[in-house]
């Protein structure tokens, strides 16, 4: 890819959040031989504030496949997959972060990464094993309530770990159409059986219980409860092996959230 004499250049990209707009953005990055002030995704919480001009990146299917093998032939898989990992990380100035690295992979090669002590390599692999540990917790921490309309079930995570669990419970749940709602970003995992799972932005689902469900939840808290040891109750453990943040969409201790 193009690049060679890139500077720092007056301006600032905008793209529309998406992994392939961001990759876009690199390919620009390069084409233009320039480095953006800032990279903001046009989904962001927070609009930009800034005198900057700024540039709308188009998603190029082509553009973003190339930047990605490019990626990955200049820096091997583990850099693609560094990227990737941190790309679902709500790591300050993500994407200028990434960039910067996108760009010394092309120039350095893998031997970036065995840099542990490289202030950018650094940030990015303690925001990836962020991101890929609160995918491990969720795999246990999801839970699931019947409705009509099949099993739904709501999290609040701080990183984007949906990519990171579908595999996990469409292969747990084959057989099941079930709905994960991310309400930190507003899109849902949704799976039905013998098709691909997909993800997609939403509103809340409706998770109004069957009676059945209801009752069943009811038991599952009763014996949560009752195999509790009073004597060997630990609140700083309890935290430390079930973060507080996850209680309110845990069915065992959503009664808890507020009283611990």
Request: charged content about 25%; aromatic content about 10%; hydrophobic content about 40%.
């Amino acid at each position: 890819m193009p690049g060679v004499g890139a500077v720092t250049a007056e301006v600032s990209y905008r793209y529309d959040g998406s992994l392939a707009g961001f990759y876009c953005c690199v390919y620009d990055s390069y084409a233009r031989r320039e480095i953006p002030a800032a990279i903001s995704a046009d989904d962001a919480e927070e609009g930009q504030i800034s005198l900057i001009p700024e540039r709308w990146v188009e998603v190029n299917v082509g553009r973003a496949t190339r930047a990605r093998e490019g990626l990955a032939l200049k820096g091997g898989a583990r850099s693609r997959e560094l990227l990737e990992h941190v790309f679902l990380s709500r790591v300050e100035r993500r994407e200028t972060a990434l960039l910067a690295f996108a760009r010394r992979v092309f120039e350095e090669g893998p031997s970036i990464l065995e840099r542990l002590a490289d202030p950018l390599v650094a940030r990015l692999l303690k925001a990836e094993k962020g991101v890929l540990g609160e995918a491990h917790l969720l795999t246990g921490f999801v839970r699931f309530t019947q409705t009509d309309a099949g099993l739904v079930s709501t999290i609040g995570p701080k990183n984007f770990a949906l990519p990171l669990i579908a595999h996990h419970f469409a292969d747990r749940f084959s057989g099941e159409a079930f709905l994960i709602f991310d309400k930190t970003h507003g899109a849902a995992l949704v799976h039905e059986p013998g098709k691909p799972w997909a993800i997609a932005r939403m509103e809340p689902p409706d998770e109004r219980p069957t009676e059945e469900e209801t009752r069943v939840q009811a038991l599952w808290r009763r014996f949560y409860n009752t195999i509790g040891i009073a004597e060997r109750y630990n609140p700083v453990c309890r935290r430390t092996h079930m973060p507080m943040r996850y209680w309110p969409y845990m069915t065992e201790t959503r009664e808890h959230a507020r009283a611990d």
